[in-house]
């Protein structure tokens, strides 16, 4: 296993389009998470499954953002409409559910630029 | 709210210091504590665990501390050598909640 993998690595699109993200968590891990990380600050949690129920959502996540993960493996996160200030580096961490084996796995993460 | 604050923001010291980076947070209901390394333009790298039972632990020359009812944990890296230069992150999980809440980091500089 080669850890938590996010596809692509990075993005650029115009404003008003729509993009996907993908996220491949580490096999056995059941909990997923995104987060998103702008220039010098520490990253922002987004939303958090466990298998493929979405258990939390921040009010960060906007109407324009929704996140699957349809059979509890891969996960995608997918923005409308970017706007400028959705340029970040979008996260995925995933860990397991059992204690006290929970340490959170991050992945490469996916660079937006919304220009 | 959790709050959680890293001291110093920026660090530049000469190859071989041991060195302390700072941790607190402002409520000490967490189920844990996660030190992260994290390279320019990557992902993040975990470096320690600490579980909110535990007060330390240790890989190689790192050593992590946590004293959860003053709110505060250190980072401990000794010998430090040019390719531990990146961004250091303290994030904690409060109790009740599956997320993490980071600091800013810390960002660390060893020069040769």
């Known amino acids: 296993d080669t850890g938590v993998s996010q596809n692509p690595r990075h993005k650029i699109t115009k404003r008003g389009q729509n993009v996907t993200f993908r996220c491949d968590p580490i096999?056995?891990?059941?909990?997923l998470y995104w987060y998103r990380q702008t220039l010098g600050q520490g990253p922002e949690f987004l939303t958090y499954?466990?298998?493929?129920?979405?258990?939390?959502k921040s009010r960060l996540l906007s109407d324009r953002f929704s996140a699957e993960r349809p059979k509890g493996s891969f996960s995608t996160l997918e923005i409308q409409r970017t706007e400028q200030g959705d340029s970040a580096m979008y996260l995925c961490?995933?860990?397991?559910?059992?204690?006290?084996?929970?340490?959170?796995?991050f992945g490469q993460g996916t660079r937006l630029t919304v220009v | 709210k959790q709050e959680v604050t890293q001291i110093p923001a920026a660090l530049s010291v000469p190859e071989g210091e041991n060195l302390v980076l700072n941790c607190s947070f402002t409520?000490?209901?967490?189920?844990?504590l996660q030190w992260f390394r994290q390279d320019p333009g990557k992902g993040l790298t975990s470096l320690l665990l600490?579980?909110?039972?535990?007060r330390e632990q240790t890989s190689g020359r790192l050593n992590a501390s946590l004293d959860k009812s003053s709110g505060r944990s250190t980072l401990y890296i000794a010998a430090s050598q040019p390719g531990d230069s990146a961004t250091y992150l303290c994030?904690?999980?409060?109790?009740?909640?599956?997320?993490?809440?980071f600091g800013t980091g810390t960002r660390l500089k060893v020069l040769a």
């Open positions: 961490a995933s860990s397991l559910a059992l204690a006290p084996n929970t340490e959170a796995f």
């Open positions: 096999s056995e891990h059941n909990r």
């Open positions: 499954f466990q298998n493929e129920a979405q258990l939390e």
């Open positions: 409520d000490s209901a967490i189920y844990n």
């Open positions: 600490i579980q909110s039972s535990q």
């Open positions: 994030a904690v999980r409060p109790s009740g909640t599956y997320k993490y809440i």
